[in-house]
Nanobody, 127 residues
Framework: QVQTVESGGGLVQAGDSLILSCSIS????????VGWFRQYPGAEREFVAS????????RYADFVKGRFTISRDNAKNMVYLQMNSLKLEDTAVYYC????????????????????WGQGTQVTVSS
């Protein structure tokens, strides 16, 4: 059974850094597309970053470029999201998702491309 489990969320101050971890089971991350998404209360879930395939190609939402970095540890089958220079508007529940259909690789920013989702981890940025 394919599962993703997020960890690493918490309460930080604006300007701080935080790293989120996604532990993956049932599927090799390097042969999949793994994405981070976030959701504010009452809002739709939105794309943050993704990493896919053996080459580890990455994509980022414009609002995190230069601040967040997605990476992968193939040996541990884990994906990370390093978040720097956090802003108040980064406060959200962050989800890790994995997909391995053709669309998962062709459309790595779309929620519909990912089939398995974790429970999410809360990130709260305070002033």
């Amino acid at each position: 059974q394919v599962q993703t489990v997020e960890s690493g969320g918490g309460l930080v101050q604006a300007g701080d850094s935080l790293i989120l971890s996604c532990s993956i089971s049932g599927r090799t991350a390097s042969s999949s597309a793994v994405g981070w998404f976030r959701q504010y209360p009452g809002a739709e879930r939105e794309f943050v970053a993704s990493i896919r395939g053996s080459s580890g190609r990455t994509r980022y939402a414009d609002f995190v470029k230069g601040r967040f970095t997605i990476s992968r540890d193939n040996a541990k089958n884990m994906v990370y999201l390093q978040m720097n220079s956090l802003k108040l508007e980064d406060t959200a529940v962050y989800y890790c998702a994995i997909g391995f259909r053709g669309d998962s690789f062709s459309y790595p920013t779309s929620l519909a491309s990912f089939d398995y989702w974790g429970q999410g981890t809360q990130v709260t940025v305070s002033s």
